[in-house]
């Protein structure tokens, strides 16, 4: 019996330190180490990349302002022709012979006046002598304003025949690149016409036309402390928005940096309720025109951020168009958050850009891939 007894109590010690062995072991494997950070606030300069449309400082289209057949042409598509220059000659005969019309009614016009004159002042010599009646006196006056006004409607005839002979050279309203040539030499033309006759664009500065999201368009703002006012957009120093954002590159298309720097110019004070964007243009000198309308670049814009919220990108699983990252409760458990970022440019590194985080938070930087809701992580 008591042998027995020896044997049950020796068995229940061998189980008891086999389940305690097993439960440590447990223990043991419930709990990985994982590289942990705590976050504090940092400061970042972070450079959005848009692609961008280059566009002329100024476009002109040009419409004829007489009808006629053109009769010259004075240029090639892509010459730059300077303010002034002439363009096009339309066929000026018709209009030069009404010049010639007009100016004869002149002539006549004038010595109409001259007759009246005469007759007026002739009349008035009678009249103070008691000769002629009232009538006859107020006849020769009238007579006489008539010819002043025909003699003034004849010159305006004239005057406007002559601008129209002038217009009939079209000359480049500002100095700049043809962009579209004018139609064939012999080609019937018209102030009517829906297209123009040609068009011209300044490109000795260039503008980059882009858009960009709503996020971006208030997290850049944020940062700046632009805000809207009486005075238009500015800080708290009285800076617009061309005094913040004037150190703006450009990337041409095979990824050349342009040498030149440019200045925001116009931001859309609206987001568009359709695409959910906002209009920007950015303009670069390009006094050699090197830069062309019609390019497509991508406008380099710097930003600094201060007192954010730095994460390495190997903390973030991707979850679609959002990212998870874990952070370690008290009880070293992991949780998953969502949160919003934004990369940085050396590719290592997210913005967090939502509330999730928040600082002195600790979370996971590594091998989050197959960390488990709620797994202990230390």
Same mark, same amino acid.
């Given at each position: 019996?008591?042998?027995?007894?020896?044997?049950?109590?020796?068995?229940?010690?061998?189980?008891?330190?086999?389940?305690?062995?097993?439960?440590?072991?447990?223990?043991?494997?419930?709990?990985?180490?994982?590289?942990?950070?705590?976050?504090?606030?940092?400061?970042?300069?972070?450079?959005?990349?848009?692609?961008?449309?280059?566009?002329?400082?100024?476009?002109?289209?040009?419409?004829?302002?007489?009808?006629?057949?053109?009769?010259?042409?004075?240029?090639?598509?892509?010459?730059?022709?300077?303010?002034?220059?002439?363009?096009?000659?339309?066929?000026?005969?018709?209009?030069?012979?009404? $010049?010639?019309?007009?100016?004869?009614?002149?002539?006549?016009? +004038?010595?109409?006046?001259?007759?009246?004159?005469?007759?007026?002042?002739?009349?008035?010599?009678?009249?103070?002598?008691?000769?002629?009646?009232?009538?006859?006196?107020?006849?020769?006056?009238?007579?006489?304003?008539?010819?002043?006004?025909?003699?003034?409607?004849?010159?305006?005839?004239?005057?406007?025949?002559?601008?129209?002979?002038?217009?009939?050279? $079209?000359?480049?309203?500002?100095?700049?690149?043809?962009?579209?040539?004018?139609?064939?030499?012999?080609?019937?033309?018209?102030?009517?016409?829906?297209?123009?006759?040609?068009?011209?664009?300044?490109?000795?500065?260039?503008?980059?036309?882009?858009?960009?999201?709503?996020?971006?368009?208030?997290?850049?703002?944020?940062?700046?402390?632009?805000?809207?006012?009486?005075?238009?957009?500015?800080?708290?120093?009285?800076?617009?928005?061309?005094?913040?954002?004037?150190?703006?590159?450009?990337?041409?298309?095979?990824?050349?940096?342009?040498?030149?720097?440019?200045?925001v110019i116009n931001i859309g004070g609206t987001v568009d309720s359709n695409t959910?964007?906002?209009?920007? +243009? $950015?303009?670069?000198?390009?006094?050699?025109?090197?830069?062309?309308?019609?390019?497509?670049?991508?406008?380099?814009?710097?930003?600094?951020?201060?007192?954010?919220?730095?994460?390495?990108?190997?903390?973030?699983?991707?979850?679609?168009?959002?990212?998870?990252?874990?952070?370690?409760?008290?009880?070293?458990?992991?949780?998953?958050?969502?949160?919003?970022?934004?990369?940085?440019?050396?590719?290592?590194?997210?913005?967090?850009?939502?509330?999730?985080?928040?600082?002195?938070? +600790?979370?996971?930087?590594?091998? $989050?891939?197959?960390?488990?809701?709620?797994?202990?992580?230390?």
């Amino acid at each position: 019996m008591k042998i027995k007894t020896l044997m049950a109590v020796a068995t229940a010690s061998v189980m008891l330190v086999a389940c305690g062995e097993k439960k440590e072991q447990e223990q043991t494997t419930d709990v990985v180490k994982f590289e942990i950070m705590k976050l504090a606030p940092q400061s970042r300069e972070i450079n959005y990349a848009f692609p961008a449309t280059l566009v002329g400082d100024k476009d002109v289209t040009i419409f004829p302002q007489v009808e006629g057949r053109i009769l010259e042409r004075h240029y090639n598509n892509g010459d730059f022709v300077k303010k002034g220059q002439a363009l096009i000659t339309i066929d000026p005969t018709p209009y030069r012979l009404m $010049v010639e019309s007009d100016a004869a009614n002149v002539k006549a016009a +004038e010595a109409a006046l001259s007759t009246a004159k005469l007759q007026y002042e002739s009349q008035q010599k009678l009249y103070e002598k008691k000769i002629v009646s009232d009538y006859v006196m107020k006849t020769a006056q009238n007579s006489y304003l008539m010819a002043q006004a025909q003699l003034a409607q004849a010159n305006a005839a004239l005057q406007h025949s002559k601008t129209d002979l002038a217009h009939c050279t $079209v000359v480049a309203p500002i100095s700049g690149v043809v962009t579209r040539m004018s139609d064939d030499i012999g080609l019937l033309i018209a102030p009517g016409m829906s297209d123009g006759v040609l068009s011209i664009t300044d490109q000795t500065r260039i503008r980059a036309r882009f858009s960009i999201t709503e996020d971006t368009y208030t997290n850049l703002f944020r940062s700046t402390e632009l805000t809207g006012g009486p005075k238009g957009i500015q800080d708290s120093k009285g800076r617009t928005v061309k005094d913040v954002f004037n150190n703006i590159k450009l990337r041409m298309k095979d990824g050349v940096i342009y040498d030149k720097i440019g200045m925001v110019i116009n931001i859309g004070g609206t987001v568009d309720s359709n695409t959910g964007t906002v209009l920007c +243009e $950015v303009s670069y000198p390009n006094p050699n025109l090197i830069l062309h309308a019609g390019n497509t670049a991508s406008v380099i814009f710097p930003d600094h951020l201060h007192n954010v919220l730095v994460i390495p990108q190997t903390a973030c699983k991707k979850l679609q168009n959002k990212y998870l990252v874990f952070k370690v409760n008290k009880n070293n458990e992991a949780v998953g958050v969502v949160v919003d970022v934004v990369p940085t440019d050396d590719g290592k590194e997210y913005i967090v850009t939502s509330d999730a985080l928040k600082n002195g938070d +600790e979370i996971v930087t590594d091998g $989050v891939a197959r960390i488990q809701e709620g797994q202990k992580v230390r």
